[in-house]
């Protein structure tokens, strides 16, 4: 009986099979950076949301007299021209939602002032995301996020 020789190397199968595992590994790191990313340019539109609200609500407080008389009563068809502080203040906060958020837009209420209560205004923010939608959402669909924050004055 004739001896068999001892086998070397690799089969071209063991390197097919070796190659597949490592390209769905390498694929699997590819969608976890994207899905990074993505989550990444969400966390930063709702901290620009956050720090816009917190700069009208500043601004509110520095200008209590009129806030509490409604004059920061605002929606984003609300004309915000004007010469008081109030306006100009309105005016700058849309124009940096507008400038900051994609589609950007605001809503300030605030119910008409009575010493015997504390003055909470509501500040609504909302914005578009692309990366918001499932994974059916065609590209360049856009959903809606928001903000809702309420505060004392």
């Not at 595992?21 to 340019?41: C, D, P, R």
């Not at 956050?50 to 700069?55: M, Q, V």
């Not at 021209?81 to 300030?108: F, H, Q, V, Y």
Request: proline residues 2%; glycine residues 6%.
């Amino acid at each position: 009986m004739p001896m068999k020789k001892q086998q070397r190397g690799f089969t071209l199968l063991e390197v097919m099979v070796a190659v597949f595992v490592l390209a769905l590994g390498l694929l699997g790191m590819a969608h976890l950076q994207v899905t990074t990313l993505k989550s990444n340019q969400t966390a930063g539109l709702e901290s620009q949301a956050n720090i816009l609200a917190s700069d009208i609500l500043d601004r509110m407080r520095s200008n209590k007299k009129a806030a509490y008389t409604g004059a920061y009563n605002y929606t984003s068809t609300t004309d915000v021209s004007g010469t008081s502080i109030s306006a100009k203040d309105l005016a700058n906060w849309s124009a940096l939602m507008k400038n900051n958020l994609p589609s950007g837009s605001g809503e300030i209420t605030c119910p008409a002032y009575d010493s015997s209560k504390v003055f909470i205004c509501k500040i609504t923010i909302s914005w578009s995301d692309k990366q918001l939608g499932d994974e059916n959402t065609n590209y360049g669909d856009y959903d809606t996020s928001a903000l809702l924050l309420e505060s004392a004055i």
